[in-house]
T-cell receptor, first 115, second 113 residues
Framework: NAGVTQTPKFRILKIGQSMTLQCTQD?????MYWYRQDPGMGLKLIYY???????DKGEVPNGYNVSRSTTEDFPLRLELAAPSQTSVYFC??????????????FGEGSRLTVL | AQSVTQPDIHITVSEGASLELRCNYS??????LFWYVQSPGQGLQLLLK??????LVQGIKGFEAEFKRSQSSFNLRKPSVHWSDAAEYFC???????????FGAGTRLAVHP
């Protein structure tokens, strides 16, 4: 059982470049999330999705875009990379709360550096 | 607005010593509370959660946490720390439905032999 898989694990971008962080999960979870982690700041929610075709902004969405065409995949796109987007990005998924778990399952993270 | 505060950025304990990591939350209603652990280079793993009922909850790896509404706290404890417990620990509160979580800044635990 692979769980939540993120690619790439590491990437260096130049200012102004674009890229997509890929995330896929094989647990048939409805909910998916993108968080960024900065030192001393914990994790901040960028975007989330409650099902295919439905996405919404989190706490820090500026500079990012997402799509959810399938239950399994939730890619995060950076259109014009800026140094402030240097961070570790985590994708996560979960069941709806009706399943009474509340637990988020996390990928191993993608470390992005913008120079 | 909901928030989570972890007052201790870094804690060092000796192997075999007891551990308590502090967490305070701000939330208007009954909170859903979580503790996650992050080992170096890894994603986050759920240690335990509190939804309702018994205020002392047991988790994996011998951890427990106690919910105290009067103090708005959800402190994580372990009676005897092992070297493998060295990691970063995050307290989180569920916010706004859809299992969205607000995380604290984290506490990094170092364990001395």
């Amino acid at each position: 059982n692979a769980g939540v898989t993120q690619t790439p694990k590491f990437r260096i971008l130049k200012i102004g470049q674009s890229m997509t962080l890929q995330c896929t999960q094989d647990m048939n979870h409805n909910y998916m999330y993108w968080y960024r982690q900065d030192p001393g700041m914990g994790l901040k929610l960028i975007y989330y999705s409650v099902g295919a075709g439905i996405t919404d902004k989190g706490e820090v969405p500026n500079g990012y875009n997402v799509s959810r065409s399938t239950t399994e995949d939730f890619p995060l796109r950076l259109e014009l990379a800026a140094p402030s987007q240097t961070s570790v990005y985590f994708c996560a998924s979960s069941y709806p709360r009706g399943a009474d778990t509340g637990e988020l399952f996390f990928g191993e993270g993608s470390r992005l550096t913008v120079l | 607005a909901q928030s989570v505060t972890q007052p201790d950025i870094h804690i060092t304990v000796s192997e075999g010593a007891s551990l308590e990591l502090r967490c305070n939350y701000s939330y208007g209603a009954t909170p859903y509370l979580f503790w996650y652990v992050q080992s170096p280079g890894q994603g986050l793993q759920l240690l335990l959660k509190y939804f309702s009922g018994d205020t002392l909850v047991q988790g994996i790896k011998g951890f427990e946490a106690e919910f105290k509404r009067s103090q708005s706290s959800f402190n994580l404890r372990k009676p005897s720390v092992h070297w493998s417990d060295a990691a970063e620990y995050f307290c989180a509160v569920s916010s706004g439905g859809y299992n969205k979580l607000i995380f604290g800044a984290g506490t990094r635990l170092a364990v001395h032999p």
